[in-house]
T-cell receptor, first 115, second 115 residues
Framework: ETGVTQTPRHLVMGMTNKKSLKCEQH?????MYWYKQSAKKPLELMFVYSLEERVENNSVPSRFSPECPNSSHLFLHLHTLQPEDSALYLCASSQSSGGDYNEQFFGPGTRLTVL | AQKITQTQPGMFVQEKEAVTLDCTYDTSDPSYGLFWYKQPSSGEMIFLIYQGSYDQQNATEGRYSLNFQKARKSANLVISASQLGDSAMYFC????????????FGAGTRLFVKA
């Protein structure tokens, strides 16, 4: 495997279900991100982890719970979601190194539909 | 507050011609990085080009160049010799402060390349 992988690629869940999205990066990066991409809205940053510590949390509802067990893996745990949470969820990674602006590498995304 | 504006929801270009995608930004931070990403229909965001706020020269990467006009706060993407595979969504993005993690994205421009 190379780059950033995400599983599953598609997920349909009911509002009472609990599911998890998984992201894995094979690039040796030390920062990982979750983004939400809804139709007709700009990409929204949800969470950022740097060196396995959460450094950004953009007022995301508590029904989304991130987990970063190590620098290569990132999870997004979902429970009691709402239909408006249906979106493409993108994971990204980058190498954070002091004063540099390093680009992010994105996974293919998980298309989530909440019924 | 930082902001990215892409005023062109959709653009058409003839194959082999050049096209410019507009991006303006707003920030009070003197140090920032500007990025362009491409998102094909498959969903994965692909990094194209980067421009630092202190860079004296416009960035170039193959057929991509960034027309950086700092005083006007614009960072337009120029694609030369368009190819059918260039048809995709294009996003302009900005990150403030060296070592920062929060990247904001514009609404995107959908580019259609005609044969």
């Amino acid at each position: 495997e190379t780059g950033v992988t995400q599983t599953p690629r598609h997920l349909v869940m009911g509002m009472t279900n609990k599911k998890s999205l998984k992201c894995e990066q094979h690039l040796g990066h030390n920062a990982m991100y979750w983004y939400k991409q809804s139709a007709k809205k700009p990409l929204e940053l949800m969470f950022v982890y740097s060196l396995e510590e959460r450094v950004e949390n953009n007022s995301v509802p508590s029904r989304f719970s991130p987990e970063c067990p190590n620098s290569s893996h990132l999870f997004l745990h979902l429970h009691t979601l709402q239909p408006e949470d249906s979106a493409l969820y993108l994971c990204a990674s980058s190498q954070s190194s002091g004063g540099d602006y390093n680009e992010q590498f994105f996974g293919p995304g998980t298309r989530l539909t909440v019924l | 507050a930082q902001k990215i504006t892409q005023t062109q929801p959709g653009m058409f270009v003839q194959e082999k011609e050049a096209v410019t995608l507009d991006c303006t930004y707003d920030t009070s931070d003197p140090s920032y990085g500007l990025f362009w990403y491409k998102q094909p229909s498959s969903g994965e965001m692909i990094f194209l080009i980067y421009q630092g706020s202190y860079d004296q020269q416009n960035a170039t990467e193959g057929r991509y160049s960034l027309n950086f006009q700092k005083a006007r706060k614009s960072a337009n993407l120029v694609i030369s010799a368009s190819q059918l595979g260039d048809s995709a969504m294009y996003f302009c993005a900005m990150r403030e402060g060296p070592g920062g993690f929060k990247t904001i994205f514009g609404a995107g421009t959908r580019l259609f390349v005609k044969a």
